[in-house]
Structures are given as structure tokens and as C-alpha cells.
């Protein structure tokens, strides 16, 4: 290929406005409602009365560029050739045409993609990259995320939970998919200290940055065998994987030890309650690959409990606020152990200074 | 489907079950792509030895960019040599991620061409994020990318590539154009977006109302979210019809108003809009007959992050109310101080979030020119430890 002589830089991305379709282009800033047609679908309609229905499908995120040709072709045949990509990786298609509804749902269909997660449902699961593309995973993060829809789907395709519940995957501590304030989080999690390989930390590490980049200050510099290395307190170690990014040499990954801990009840929302981080539920569960069978069970009980106790548009975290969280413990079954207590730093915030008790 | 190089008997089995498969997408590829078929091989290894096989990544980059790749290298290249170096390319998505049919072909026909033929839609930043090449194809890749008219993200310590809410597109919450100014940040810091000069990263996230649903407080150092000042508007003759429609306006509006501040006769909707905290709610659940108010800005959130470094932190707001219309000149004031003082001050790795309550909140506004006002905090203080700058000295 022959390069153009000069590369732009800096030009940024392509103005948006010319990948709106021409209902949303005329009608910007002036839709005057919305309503739900059916499970994944919803219209919204225009001051001047101009509808614009959008059908929302599944994504697996990590996709083929096929993939993104699939929905190309689709979007030309419904769409005037526009579509969306949503926060929580779904398709949007959005057709002024109620008519293309069913034929495009029925195109989905055919391609395997299934059509929801809108209002009260399970919407696409929010998720980082694991042993597909990190260096510091502590599970997978593509396989949770298909293990728990294909287990979940009947709540992405119809909305028949209290609220909507949102469902968080992050492979390590990091958190990039940013798991603390989603309704259910799937958190991979270290339970060992990096293992010092001494031989290779002078080739591979830069001592001081290597010391400066544990949190919690459990990385000191130390000799051995006449050669600079480190060494970690193991009793300060929280496994964040931080070192690792400074220092090669310091692998976290424990095929024994690795797995999940399930949170639950957090918010982004304003709605009703404040935004609310997530609380500890599951401190831990093997890494079952390739299907995970105890973070599935987990989690769909954890679902169907919140299902069958909370009051209509409570979020699971008002919902376990509401009964409050002993009550919770009870109804799941789940052990409440030392691990639940917070340790870390605030940990007083947490405890329970009433004698307001609920038996 | 082309034979592939590598058996994959574990990954095979989430080709199985409703929910599309990545698995599936990783095969497409990998008929076509030998670097997707080494992915396969190393992840269907991955799965069989519970744990990672990736190293961390060099320095990998395009000229005169600082950012917007990151490298990735394999621990198992003798055994994956397709995979030796399987570098991610992040491409800053259009605001609100619309695209048209041909854009959407043509970025995949350009990586089709040097790379995996995987992506991500979207990483949870929001780019584009193409999953996969080599060193040597990366100034080629960007080349064509960027006569196509499309340009890196952020990554590194620098600002971030900010994303939106489709806001005033298609949702009639929005109460600024949160695409306007998503794409207006954008431009104005390009040079900050591609050449990391911060302590750490610094995210952006912009959402037309306060349901966020780009997640902007918990994942963003800087939230922006839409919100009003004045009263609910309500059109009462659609309350009526909600009523007669059977709706249990009471039990599920009136009754779960979290300020207790409605009040519903059968009639006639009232709302104390002083007591109302703007959570939505109401709005929400009767999206026909109330609709916010008519004074419109945003509530300026700071501070959000992931738990690495100092624990997890929602963010805080600084700035109750700001006009939010362009060319959005109080924001860019704003983010300037922000930058200017963290900048100078910040450690290295230090969020912003961590930096504030480092040298303390108050003092922190003060840096920044904003006066105390009680909408920052949700009480005042409890704690006495108070270090008191003012004092009377003795004659
Ligand atoms: C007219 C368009 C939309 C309306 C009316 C709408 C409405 C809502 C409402 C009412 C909530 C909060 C519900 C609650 O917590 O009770 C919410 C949350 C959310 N919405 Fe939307 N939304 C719209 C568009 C979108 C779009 C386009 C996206 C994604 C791109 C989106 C993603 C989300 C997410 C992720 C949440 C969950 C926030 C959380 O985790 O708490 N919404 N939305
Ligand atoms: C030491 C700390 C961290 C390290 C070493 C790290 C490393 C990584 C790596 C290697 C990736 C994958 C890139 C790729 O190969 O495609 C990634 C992605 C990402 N990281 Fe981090 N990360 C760290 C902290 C964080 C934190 C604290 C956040 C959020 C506040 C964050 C947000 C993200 C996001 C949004 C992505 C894109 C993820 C996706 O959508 O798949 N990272 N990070
Ligand atoms: S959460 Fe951790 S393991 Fe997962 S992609 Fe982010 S840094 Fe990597
Ligand atoms: S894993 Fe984290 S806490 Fe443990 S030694 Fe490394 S940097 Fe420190
Ligand atoms: S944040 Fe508010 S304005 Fe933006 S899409 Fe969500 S509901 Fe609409
Ligand atoms: S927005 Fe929230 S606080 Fe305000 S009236 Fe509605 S339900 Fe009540």
C-alpha cells in the first residue's frame, strides 16, 4: 500500500453527527417521551411526533471483525445504514419503520444474537480482558461473562426482575470493568503474594520503582546471593498485581489459589437511593473452567432471591438495605465469615454503632 | 470453516449455550487470521492451566503519539509464535458510539489488513479497541486509520478518551448535549489525550442526567451529569391518564420518593421541589407527565476510581450547578485549575481522587478558586482535628 506522503495527527475522532440516522438528526434535543414496545425494544417519540424504535442486541464484546460486518449489513437493511454501540457493549438498531421490528429480530435470531436487556432485566454484562489479553487476571473474563448470560438469559430477554440489575466482571483487583458499583460483581481475586524469581529482578526490574509500586508498602529491597533482588511481607500483601507491572519477575498468578468473590448491591444510578459501592458476598469460589459452575450457581440464586423478596424498582442493594443485611445472609444461606468485617482503612464506617438490631 | 492450527476442546464448550460466543468470534477470525488461531492456542492453554500466559507489555507506539497503544507480548512465544506480539490499538470512538454501516466496514477492513481481525465493542474507557498486532504494523495501521479520518484514544498517565450517554440524541432526560461537549473535550485536548504529561490518567465521563448511565461517578475522575434547578415540570393531564391506565402512582412514585416531597390526590401531582434531591425516580417511572425542570446544567463530580491505589472512591461533587452550553468555557476553566493543580502537585500514580484527600478536601477547593459551599459534603465534619489557619496573636 502506498502511504499518504504526510500522516495528520491529532485530527480526533469523526464528528458523531454525521452517523446519526435522519429521524435522530432532525429531532435532537427534542424527544418528548419514551415507552417499551415489547422485551428490548422501546420507542421514543418526538415533539413533533416523529418515532425513532430502537431494538437493543447482544454482544459478546470480544467479537470478529464478521461480526461487526453482520451487524453493517443488518443496520443497511432495517437502518438506513446507522447503529449503536451501547456503555454495556450492546447493538442498538434504530429504524423510524415499526414494521422492521419483527423481520430485524428475526435476522438477529438467525445470526444467534439474542434481543433485550433493557428496563427490568439482565442487561450485558460489563467486563475487562482476563486470559485473553491481561498480564495480571486472576480468572477469565469473556468466559464468566458467556457462562453467566447463557445461564441468565431468560432475564436478559424478558424484564421480569423488581429493577434492573446490572452485572459486573473485573479480573483482578484493578478493575477496570470497574465492578465496584454494579448490583452483582464477579471479581477475580490472588490469594498469594507474588512469587520473587531473584534470578531474573536485576535484568528485568528497576528496584526503587519496584518498591514504590506496592500500596500498602510490602516490597522491600534486599540481597541475595550477592545480587540486588526484593522481598514482599507477605502479611501486607493485598495481591493487586501492582508489582507485576513494574517488575516481570514477580509473577501473581496461582492456578491453585486464583478465583472469584461475588459482590453485590451497588449503584450508579441517582434514582431512589444514593450511588453505592458493592459489598463483600462470596469471599471466594474456584476457578472452574470452562464453565464455572459454582459462580453460575451463585449467582443465579443470589438473582432469584432478590427476585422473589424485593418490592417493584428496588435495586438489589436498596432491597438488602431494606431488610437490612443479617436478613439477606438468611435468606441466601450464605455463610457470613471474618472476611466479611472490614479490615482496610474507614473499616469503623462499616460497623454497626446502634443497637437498632433487627432478629 | 478453515482447519485450525491449535485444538481447543475446553473453549469449545462455551461455543454452547444462548449468548453469543467469543469463542465462535475467535474462530471466524482465526479462519482467516493465523495471529487470532495463536490466541486460541494460548487461551484454550490458559483454560486448561487456570492462569494467564501474557507478559506486560514494553513501550510500543506510533511516532508523535505518547498513547493510545498498549504493548502485550506472550510468555509462550516458542509454543505461540502467531501471538509473539499481539499489541491493542485503542481508536477513539465517535461520542455516544454511533457509527454508520460504512465507517464500521472500513475500520475493520483497514484491521483486517494488519492485525487480528478481533476487537473489543467497546472497552469500558470507550475506544474502539482493536485487540492484536505487531510492532511493525503499528505506524502502517495508524497511517491508514488516519488518512480514514480516524485518530488514537488515551492511555498512560494522560487524559483519557472522554465518552457520553447518547444524552440529546435519542433520550429525552438529557438536560445538556453531552455529544456536543464529549466531542468538543475531545478536540480541545487532543495534545493532553495523546501525549501522557500527568501524574496518572485522568477519565472523563459525561452522562445527560443524574440515572449516569455511563457509570461517570464511579468511573470517571471527572463526572459531568446533567441535572436542573428549578421545578419538575408536570403535565397533568398525562398523570391523569397514567392513573386511569391503572398505574399504582402512589405506591410506586409518591411512595418511593426518597425525599418524601409528592403528593398525589388522585388528581393532581404536587411536588415541594425544595425538598426534591433530583434522583430521577419519579421521572423515571412517568416518563409522559414529568419531565426536569427548565434551568439546565450539570452537577461536577470529582474523584472517581477503581480501589488500586488507596481503595475505591465514588466521586464528589465540586461543583453543584454549572451551565453547561457551548463552548462550554466554565468546564474548560475548571478542568484547567484541576490539571494545573495535580499536575503540580500530584504524585506519581496518584489519582486525582487520591490527591484530594491527601492535601485535604478543603484545601483542595481552595487550590482550585472554589469557595466551601455545604452541597460538597453530606454533613459537616465530625472530627475535631482541625488545623486552624487563622489565630490572634498577643499585642
Ligand atoms: C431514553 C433513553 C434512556 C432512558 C430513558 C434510560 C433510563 C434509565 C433509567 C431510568 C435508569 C436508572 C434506573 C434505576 O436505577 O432505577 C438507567 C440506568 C442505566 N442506564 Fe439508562 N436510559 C436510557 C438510555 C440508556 C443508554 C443509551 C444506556 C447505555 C448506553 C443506558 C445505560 C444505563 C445503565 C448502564 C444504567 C445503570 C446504571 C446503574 O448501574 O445504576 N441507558 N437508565
Ligand atoms: C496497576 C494498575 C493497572 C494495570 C496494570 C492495568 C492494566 C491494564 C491492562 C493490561 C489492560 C488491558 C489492555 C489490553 O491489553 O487491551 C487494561 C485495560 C483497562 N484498564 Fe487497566 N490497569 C490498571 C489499573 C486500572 C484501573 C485502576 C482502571 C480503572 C479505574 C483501569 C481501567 C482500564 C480500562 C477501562 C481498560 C480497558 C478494559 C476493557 O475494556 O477491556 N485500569 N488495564
Ligand atoms: S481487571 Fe486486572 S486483570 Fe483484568 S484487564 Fe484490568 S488489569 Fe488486567
Ligand atoms: S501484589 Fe500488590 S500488595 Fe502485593 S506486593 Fe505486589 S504491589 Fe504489593
Ligand atoms: S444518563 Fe440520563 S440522559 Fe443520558 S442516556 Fe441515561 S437517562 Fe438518558
Ligand atoms: S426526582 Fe426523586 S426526589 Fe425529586 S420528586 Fe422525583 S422521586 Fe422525589
Known amino acids: ?359 | 470453516m478453515a482447519d485450525l492450527k491449535y485444538k481447543t476442546p475446553l473453549l469449545d464448550e462455551l461455543e454452547k449455550g444462548e449468548w453469543p460466543s467469543f469463542v465462535k468470534e475467535l474462530k471466524r477470525a482465526a479462519a482467516k487470521k493465523p495471529m487470532a488461531d495463536g490466541l486460541l492456542g494460548q487461551l484454550e492453554k490458559s483454560y486448561r492451566d487456570k492462569q494467564t500466559y501474557w507478559k506486560h507489555g514494553g513501550l510500543v507506539g506510533v511516532q508523535g503519539y505518547g498513547a493510545g497503544i498498549i504493548g502485550r507480548y506472550t510468555a509462550l512465544a516458542d509454543q505461540f509464535p502467531e501471538v509473539t506480539a499481539f499489541h491493542t490499538v485503542r481508536i477513539n470512538q465517535p461520542a455516544g458510539w454511533f457509527y454508520s454501516s460504512k465507517a464500521l466496514r472500513q475500520l475493520c477492513d483497514i484491521w483486517d489488513k494488519h492485525g487480528s481481525g478481533m476487537l473489543n465493542l467497546h472497552g469500558s474507557t470507550g475506544d474502539f479497541v482493536l485487540l492484536g498486532t505487531t510492532s511493525e504494523e503499528l505506524e502502517d495501521t495508524f497511517t491508514e486509520y488516519s488518512a480514514a479520518g480516524w485518530d488514537l484514544g488515551g492511555s498512560s498517565s494522560d487524559m483519557r478518551t472522554p465518552s457520553c450517554c447518547n444524552g440529546m440524541a435519542r433520550c429525552e432526560f438529557a438536560c445538556f448535549d453531552t455529544m456536543a461537549l464529549c466531542q468538543d473535550l475531545t478536540m480541545t485536548y487532543q495534545d493532553e489525550l495523546h501525549r501522557p504529561a500527568f501524574p496518572y490518567k485522568f477519565k472523563i465521563k459525561i452522562a445527560g442526567c443524574p440515572n449516569d448511565c455511563v457509570a461517570s461517578i464511579a468511573r470517571s475522575d471527572l463526572s459531568i451529569m446533567g441535572t436542573w434547578k428549578d421545578d419538575i415540570q408536570v403535565d397533568q393531564a398525562e398523570m391523569a391518564a397514567y392513573a386511569k391506565a391503572g398505574k399504582d402512582i402512589q405506591g410506586e412514585v409518591v411512595g418511593m420518593c426518597p425525599t418524601a416531597c409528592m403528593s398525589w390526590d388522585g388528581k393532581a401531582m404536587k411536588i415541594n421541589n425544595k425538598q426534591c434531591n433530583r434522583c430521577m425516580h419519579c421521572i423515571n417511572v412517568l416518563p409522559k407527565a414529568l419531565r426536569a425542570g427548565k434551568v439546565r446544567g450539570a452537577t461536577i463530580l470529582v474523584g472517581g476510581k477503581a480501589p488500586i491505589l488507596e481503595g475505591a472512591q465514588l466521586g464528589s461533587v465540586v461543583v453543584p450547578f454549572m451551565p453547561m452550553k457551548a463552548p462550554f468555557s466554565e468546564i474548560k476553566e475548571l478542568i484547567q485549575k484541576l490539571w494545573d493543580v495535580w499536575g503540580e502537585n500530584g504524585n506519581n500514580r496518584e489519582r486525582i481522587g487520591e490527591f484530594m484527600l491527601r492535601v485535604g478536601v478543603g484545601n483542595f477547593m481552595e487550590s482550585i478558586e472554589l469557595a466551601p459551599d455545604p452541597q460538597m459534603v453530606l454533613h459537616p465534619r465530625e472530627n475535631p482535628y482541625i488545623f486552624y489557619e487563622e489565630y490572634f496573636e498577643e499585642e
Not at chain 1, 438506513?80 to 442498538?92: C, D
Not at chain 1, 432485566?121 to 447463557?150: E, Y
Not at chain 1, 478493575?175 to 458499583?181: F, R, S
Not at chain 1, 522491600?220 to 511481607?233: E, F, H, L, M, N
Request: proline share 7%; hydrophobic share 40%; aromatic share 8%.
Open chain 1, 1 to 359: 500500500m502506498a502511504a499518504p506522503a504526510k500522516r495528520q495527527t491529532d485530527i480526533g475522532p469523526p464528528h458523531y453527527e454525521q452517523f446519526l440516522h435522519p429521524v435522530i438528526k432532525k429531532n435532537y434535543g427534542t424527544w418528548k417521551y419514551h415507552e417499551s414496545i415489547k422485551p428490548g425494544v422501546i420507542v421514543h417519540v418526538a415533539e413533533g411526533g416523529d418515532k425513532i424504535f430502537t431494538i437493543r442486541a447482544a454482544s459478546p464484546r470480544l467479537v470478529s471483525t464478521d461480526f461487526v460486518r453482520d451487524l453493517a449489513n443488518l443496520a443497511d437493511k432495517y437502518c438506513e445504514g446507522y447503529l449503536r454501540f451501547t456503555s454495556r457493549n450492546n447493538a442498538e438498531f434504530m429504524t423510524a419503520e415499526q414494521k422492521n421490528i419483527d423481520p430485524l429480530i428475526a435476522d438477529l435470531a438467525k445470526l444467534g444474537i439474542p434481543v433485550g436487556g433493557m428496563n427490568n432485566s439482565i442487561s450485558n454484562i460489563v467486563h475487562t480482558q482476563g486470559w485473553v489479553h491481561c498480564h495480571t487476571p486472576a480468572t477469565d473474563a469473556s468466559g464468566l461473562v458467556k457462562v453467566v448470560m447463557d445461564e441468565m438469559i431468560d432475564y436478559f430477554k424478558h424484564e421480569k426482575l423488581p429493577a434492573k440489575l446490572r452485572i459486573a466482571v473485573a479480573c483482578c483487583l484493578n478493575m477496570c470493568g470497574a465492578v465496584h458499583c454494579s448490583d452483582i460483581s464477579l471479581l477475580g481475586i490472588h490469594r498469594r503474594p507474588p512469587k520473587v524469581n531473584d534470578a531474573r529482578v536485576t535484568d528485568l526490574c528497576e528496584i526503587p520503582t519496584t518498591v514504590s509500586a506496592c500500596p500498602t508498602a510490602a516490597i522491600r529491597p534486599a540481597v541475595k546471593d550477592g545480587k540486588q533482588t526484593v522481598t514482599v511481607d507477605d502479611s501486607r500483601c493485598m495481591y493487586c498485581g501492582n508489582c507485576y507491572t513494574s517488575c516481570p519477575a514477580m509473577p501473581l498468578a496461582n492456578p491453585i489459589n486464583d478465583g472469584v468473590a461475588i459482590w453485590v448491591g451497588g449503584k450508579v444510578s441517582n434514582a431512589r437511593s444514593m450511588p453505592a459501592f458493592t459489598k463483600l458476598a462470596i469471599p471466594y469460589l474456584p476457578n472452574n473452567p470452562p464453565r464455572w459452575p459454582e459462580v453460575t450457581d451463585a449467582v443465579k440464586h443470589l438473582v432469584e432471591v432478590y427476585a422473589k423478596n424485593a418490592v417493584k424498582h428496588e435495586r438489589f442493594g436498596e432491597w438488602a438495605n431494606r431488610i437490612g443485611w443479617p436478613r439477606f445472609f438468611e435468606l441466601t444461606g450464605l455463610e457470613f465469615t471474618k472476611y466479611h468485617i472490614d479490615d482496610y482503612k474507614l473499616a469503623q464506617k462499616t460497623l454497626r454503632s446502634t443497637a437498632q438490631i433487627k432478629f
